[in-house]
Structures are given as structure tokens and as C-alpha cells.
């Protein structure tokens, strides 16, 4: 990326073409679940709980491990209008985003070390900004941190916390703007973009999704490679963030799996 090219892209908020939105964790704001954040990426804010039910669903049964699964909704005026709520069929957009946040965060959790519990993951938005997906991904994954903390000093694991929870995950957004690579797309941003990307990485480094779509222009291997890299970074940052956000709540985990 040339500098020239840097220069002529102008974000909201005065931000760098690399620089994510002010992201932050805030910890037990329910009361009666097991793990629960809200999470903060700019304007877009989340609610994520964790939900612990000491049963597996049927089709696990007499398989010796544990499940964990997502349910993702946008509340109603979380964007600028009123959105009617999904009562009685979920929407494809909304099954669409409920099964990745389950997949990013299975990639964390030992099913077999977890025993035969499931762990019931809500990601509710509560103001949309763009990148509500990422946001939930980033948030939950910082409760089920704090969940299987809860579970392991009330002495309800079998096994040590450290193999239970295997690693981590964060996710971002990147896209292509004016032929310039941007991190962590706000709503303007994405809905102008000619490429638009979504990234779920492990706090290990590995690669859980990548979701890339050319809304304009296609993209060439160069910007791909280089949103990758702006995708890798980013990741690294928001991961020191989710550890730091539970080391000040007083959540212990094992954390010889992560790299710093």
C-alpha cells in the first residue's frame, strides 16, 4: 500500500486505514448467567450470555462429550429503524450468522473435555454499526472464557480448565475501499466498500473462516493477501484485549495455549 494511495482515504472518526474502532469488554453485566459480556466495537454494541444446561442433545447422547451452539438477534431499533422481531421464522441472514458464531466458537472448547453439557451462546445487538457479526464472535468468546472459569472453581469439570478451553478466537472485518485496505468496517464503510471481508482467527494463529465477497470490483491475490495480513494483526490486538478484559475481572484461565 502506497502512501499516496493511504493519503486520499478519509475514515470517520479519524482513524488510520489499520486502526479498528475503540473495542472494549465489560464483564457480568447479567447477573444469572454463567458468562456474560458486552462488548463495544465503536457503535456497535453486543450483549453475549452464556448458558450452561447440564444435558446434550439427543443425537450426542452415549458419545461422552459436551456441545455448544448460538442463537444471534438484532433487537428491534438497533439500527435506524424499527426492525420487526424474528417471531416465528428466523431469517436467513440471521441462521446465516447464528451457525457461524457456533462454528468460531466450537474451535475453542474440547466438546469431549467439556463433558455432557451444552453451553448455550446469545448474542444480542443492541446498537448495529456494521461488523455485528465479529463483534458477537469477539464478545463470546470472552464469556465462554468466563463461564468455563465459573465452571471449573465451582469443581462441576472433570478435567483442568487448560483442556477444556483449547484456545481462543476473535474475528474482524476488512475490506477494500478506493483500491485501500481498511480494518474494521463501520456500517458506512461496508455498505461503500468494493470488497468486503470477515475473518475468524484462533488466539493460536489458525484460520477458522474467512468470508470474502467482491461487491463491486473483483480483487486480486495481492489484496487478498494483504487483508489477510491486516486481518492477522488486527486479530493479534483484539486477543490481547480479551485477555487483558479477563484478567482485570479476576477470570484465571490457563493461558500457556495462546500465543502473546
Not at 426492525?83 to 428466523?90: C, G, L, P, Q, T
Not at 464472535?137 to 470472552?142: K, M, N, S
Request: charge should be neutral.
Amino acid at each position: 500500500m502506497s502512501h499516496s494511495a493511504t493519503s486520499l482515504v478519509r475514515r470517520p472518526e479519524t482513524r488510520t486505514v489499520n486502526e479498528p474502532r475503540e473495542i472494549s469488554f465489560q464483564l457480568d453485566v447479567n447477573r444469572y448467567a454463567e458468562g456474560s459480556v458486552l462488548v463495544k466495537f465503536g457503535n456497535t454494541h453486543v450483549l453475549c450470555t452464556v448458558s450452561v444446561e447440564e444435558s446434550i442433545p439427543q443425537w450426542l447422547k452415549g458419545q461422552g462429550g459436551g456441545w455448544l451452539t448460538a442463537e444471534y438477534a438484532m433487537l428491534p431499533r438497533a439500527t435506524h429503524t424499527r426492525n420487526k422481531r424474528d417471531r416465528e421464522k428466523v431469517s436467513g441472514r440471521t441462521q446465516e450468522i447464528q451457525r457461524l458464531i457456533g462454528r468460531a466458537l466450537r474451535a475453542m472448547i474440547n466438546l469431549k473435555a467439556l463433558g455432557e453439557r451444552t453451553l448455550m451462546i446469545d448474542c444480542d445487538v443492541l446498537q448495529a454499526d456494521g461488523g455485528t457479526r465479529t463483534a458477537s464472535i469477539t464478545g463470546a468468546c470472552v464469556a465462554v472464557c468466563a463461564a468455563i472459569h465459573r465452571l471449573s472453581v465451582s469443581g462441576k469439570l472433570q478435567n483442568p480448565i487448560h483442556e477444556v478451553l483449547v484456545d481462543t478466537v476473535s474475528a474482524l472485518s476488512i475490506g477494500i475501499k478506493d483500491g485501500v485496505v481498511l480494518t474494521d468496517l463501520d456500517y458506512l464503510e461496508d455498505s461503500n466498500c468494493e470488497v468486503d471481508m470477515n475473518f475468524v482467527i484462533t488466539g493460536k494463529g489458525g484460520f477458522v473462516e474467512t468470508q470474502g465477497t467482491a461487491e463491486k470490483n473483483s480483487f486480486q491475490y495481492e489484496q487478498l493477501i494483504a487483508m489477510t495480513q491486516a486481518a492477522i494483526q488486527g486479530c493479534q490486538n483484539i486477543h490481547s484485549l480479551q485477555l487483558k478484559a479477563l484478567e482485570d475481572a479476576g477470570v484465571r484461565i490457563k493461558q500457556k495455549y495462546v500465543v502473546s
